[in-house]
């Protein structure tokens, strides 16, 4: 059983550039949650997906970012117009349900460089 | 918003000493709590993790961690490192399952051979 798949696990882009990450969950798993990890920082939490909805997304900044998780393919966030702030590593994780548990199973990462 | 602290970033000690990483969080209702593991060049695997019952909890590899409601801690042990525990090491609360996870800054752990 695959683990979650995060592409590219690397990615340069130059300031105004757009940056795609994409994330297929487990198989399985419908509940996608995307983190970011800034230097030396510990994981933030943007968003929280399931398929075609948007559930809650009060740690996605309020411009130039967007996620989505279509009914078919992999979940995507976008970043449009970026900044060097923007360089961080971003995770994404799946869940199969919603039950008081909560587990979450990461994959490995997009490390995203701005220069 | 829950918060959630970890102390000595970054830890260096030899092959069979005792290793206790300290873990709280900011947060008085219900939790769930749960510590993560990165090994060099690998994604976050769980460690072990807490949802109700016994508070001192077992996790892979030898590593148990213990709930302390009083004093909102959730410290992670492990009586006898070994090298191939270098790593860094997240702890992580969720609160009344809102589906969030918030993590501490980590701690990266070196053993020395």
């Known amino acids: 059983n695959a683990g979650v798949m995060q592409n590219p696990r690397h990615l340069v882009r130059r300031r105004g550039q757009e940056a795609r990450l994409r994330c297929s969950p487990m198989k399985g798993h419908s509940h996608v949650y995307w983190y970011r990890q800034l230097p030396e920082e510990g994981l933030k939490f943007m968003v929280y997906?399931?398929?075609?909805?948007?559930?809650?997304e009060s740690g996605m900044p309020k411009e130039r970012f967007s996620a989505e998780f279509p009914k078919e393919g992999p979940s995507i966030l976008r970043i449009q117009q970026v900044v060097r702030g923007d360089s961080a590593a971003y995770f994404c994780a799946s869940s199969p349900d919603v039950s008081s548990y909560n587990e979450q199973f990461f994959g490995p990462g997009t490390r995203l460089t701005v220069l | 918003a829950q918060s959630v602290s970890q102390h000595n970033h970054h830890v260096i000690l030899s092959e069979a000493a005792s290793l206790e990483l300290g873990c709280n969080y900011s947060?008085?209702?219900?939790?769930?709590l749960f510590w993560y593991v990165q090994y060099p060049g690998q994604h976050l695997q769980l460690l072990l993790k807490?949802?109700?019952?016994?508070?001192l909890v077992k996790g892979i590899k030898g590593f148990e961690a213990e709930f302390i409601k009083s004093k909102f801690s959730f410290n992670l042990r492990k009586p006898s490192v070994q090298w191939s525990d270098t790593a860094e090491y997240f702890c992580a609360v969720n609160a009344d399952g809102n589906n969030r996870l918030a993590f501490g800054k980590g701690n990266q752990v070196v053993v020395i051979p």
């Open positions: 997906l399931q398929k075609e909805n948007i559930i809650d």
């Open positions: 947060y008085g209702g219900t939790v769930n």
């Open positions: 807490y949802f109700s019952g016994d508070p």
